[in-house]
């Protein structure tokens, strides 16, 4: 049913899967990689080379051409791609068991390194749930993969790199954007001062930021900073978006809304595999507990990326090196020392691209109100459920998002849990006096999507026919 | 929403809701249907309320469709074919 067990098993396209991937096959690793999506780039390199093949990637920015060099080392390195494949149960001993939508097949790793990247953190406000509120990062997906972009009425809200990033690119690309509700409330200069030389090591980055403020100031897309308590407004549909700003309420017509807060480690699958977790305060999130080389206290799982801790694509993609190197000197293919010695340029590189990082966790950490929501707010998308629920749950003696979920069914629809999991977590540890630590997460058990049953029994046939 | 695209010579040709519609190769059916124009794509099988997409990249569930007569799929991490029919999906799936 497994062809043979692979050296490696890499989860996850995007820049540390990559990266992960050539960088074993160079040290003489056999290498599986597992990815969910028809071409590897993964979400920030989404369709790089579809994108390239028909001249739009230029006009993404260079920081996204840069993904096509990736793809195509990867390509040439002679690792198995299993495309359109959803891994949906990954076993501590090395295990995965993936989906193409018709069939599932076991795919065996003496390693595992799961590189499945970042999701957006859940941004809970008013009327989220109403058709046209969507994230950025849906939207940029739609303008990187098939060149949708905004048009009039289209409003963003929310903070971080990305919110100025994706509006300055659909100002390029002749999109529209109605305005930025700016709801970071870090003040810049003190934040700045605090991380100075953070600053100035990540001057590169710092400069394209002012270029994107610049871009949009140009193109005179009005920007509202201080923003607090947005709530989208409409029938059935989002129509108008109403924001508090200076202590005035304000209100604007909308043909849709866009939501961005930062993103948080994709942990589902290193939860289900039983790796440590630990509550990371700065980055408000759930990360794997890893070594340098990203090797979790299971034996055969490594983690590299993103759904380690959020640090940006050219940090995932080094991290993804170190995990490969960390691999191999586990199967004892070369030594720890020719290990460390190959890491040190790598690490180099993690700490200059990485540097503005505590600047912008800083500056962009999300606001109380939105990882602990008011209780009309609903939570839960999947199951309808409010935060007012969560806390009556939390009032009548649960201690845990499980009970939690066994009392309301919160975190019970098909997502899993995904889009209401850290909100559960931040809700309840307000309201127990708790740490998030302390409260925990959600349990996660396989499988991590949906399955049919035809799929599942697609592997006894699989395995009936040998 | 979304502005038109340019229509590409190798667009494919879909059905969403009954319609004919022309997008984009690469497109995924939860695209197709933000192309179409459909106000909502699905109904909340627990509160009724419609829904539409939110996250695009399969984290949500909030695309459920039924493509090709085949319900409850996340119609993101669907990529497009010709002759595809592509329909709301009206609260849970049938069993």
């Not at chain 1, 490696?8 to 599986?32: D, E, H, K, T, W």
């Not at chain 1, 295990?95 to 970042?118: C, H, M, P």
């Not at chain 1, 100025?164 to 200069?189: K, Q, S, Y």
């Not at chain 1, 720890?336 to 040190?344: K, N, P, S, T, Y």
Request: net charge neutral.
């Amino acid at each position: 049913m497994s062809d043979r067990p692979f050296d490696l098993v890499v989860i996850g396209g995007g820049p540390a899967g990559l990266a992960a991937a050539s960088q074993a096959r160079q040290l003489g690793l056999s290498v599986a990689l597992v990815d969910e999506q028809p071409a590897p780039g993964g979400q920030i390199y989404r369709a790089v080379e579809r994108a390239e093949a028909e001249g739009r990637a230029t006009a993404l920015g260079e920081d996204y051409r840069h993904g096509l060099g990736l793809v195509r080392a990867f390509h040439e390195c002679g690792a198995t791609l299993f495309a359109s494949h959803q891994a949906w149960q990954v076993e501590p001993g090395g295990r995965v068991f993936a989906t193409d939508g018709k069939a599932s097949r076991l795919i065996e790793g003496r390693r595992v390194l799961v590189a499945v990247g970042a999701i957006e953190r859940p941004v809970p406000i008013r009327g989220w749930t109403l058709p046209g509120v969507m994230s950025v990062g849906a939207a940029q997906i739609l303008h990187k993969t098939i060149g949708l972009v905004p048009d009039a009425g289209v409003w963003i809200a929310g903070s971080g790199p990305l919110t100025l990033h994706f509006a300055a690119e659909i100002v390029a690309a002749g999109g529209r954007i109605a305005g930025i509700l700016d709801t970071a409330h870090g003040r810049l200069p003190e934040t700045a001062l605090r991380h100075l030389g953070g600053v100035v090591r990540g001057w590169r980055y710092v400069a394209r930021g002012l270029g994107y403020l610049a871009r949009l100031r140009m193109a005179d897309v009005r920007r509202v900073s201080g923003v607090e308590n947005v709530e989208a407004l409409g029938e059935g549909r989002v129509e108008r978006v109403r924001w508090r700003s200076g202590g005035q309420w304000q209100e604007a017509p909308a043909s849709g809304l866009l939501l961005h807060e930062g993103v948080v480690p994709n942990t589902h699958m290193t939860m289900a595999i039983g790796c440590a977790h630990d509550w990371d305060e700065a980055q408000k999130c759930f990360r794997p507990r890893t070594d340098r080389f990203g090797m979790t206290d299971v034996e055969a799982i490594l983690v590299a990326g993103d759904c380690g801790s959020i640090g940006g694509a050219r940090v995932a993609e080094c991290r993804g090196r170190l995990a490969a190197l960390g691999a191999a000197a586990s199967l004892g293919v070369i030594s720890a020392a020719e290990r460390d010695r190959l890491a040190g340029p790598v690490e180099a590189e993690v700490s200059a691209h990485g540097a503005l990082r505590g600047f912008l966790d800083d500056l962009y950490a999300p606001a109380a109100e939105l990882c602990v929501p008011p209780d009309d707010v609903m939570v839960c998308r999947c199951e309808g459920i409010t935060a007012g629920r969560i806390r009556e749950a939390a009032s009548l003696g649960c201690r845990g998002p499980n009970q939690v979920k066994s009392f309301t069914r919160c975190g019970m629809g098909p997502c899993q849990g995904r889009m209401c999991g850290p909100t559960v977590t931040a809700t309840l540890a307000a309201a127990l006096g708790m740490t998030p630590q302390e409260v925990g997460a959600f349990r996660i058990r396989p499988p991590l999507k949906p399955l049919r049953l035809g799929e599942l029994a697609a592997l006894a046939d699989a395995e009936a026919g040998e | 929403m979304f502005r038109k695209p340019p229509e590409a010579p190798d667009a494919v040709l879909v059905e969403v809701e009954g319609r004919p519609v022309r997008v984009p190769p690469g497109a995924s059916a939860a695209a197709a249907a933000l192309i179409a124009g459909l106000a909502s794509t699905r109904t909340s099988p627990v509160t009724g309320e419609p829904r539409a997409p939110y996250c695009m990249m399969g984290v949500c569930f909030e695309c459920l469709l039924v493509i090709d007569d085949e319900p409850s799929q996340q119609g993101c991490m669907v990529t497009v074919r010709p002759g595809m029919r592509i329909r709301r999906q009206e609260g849970a799936r049938e069993l």
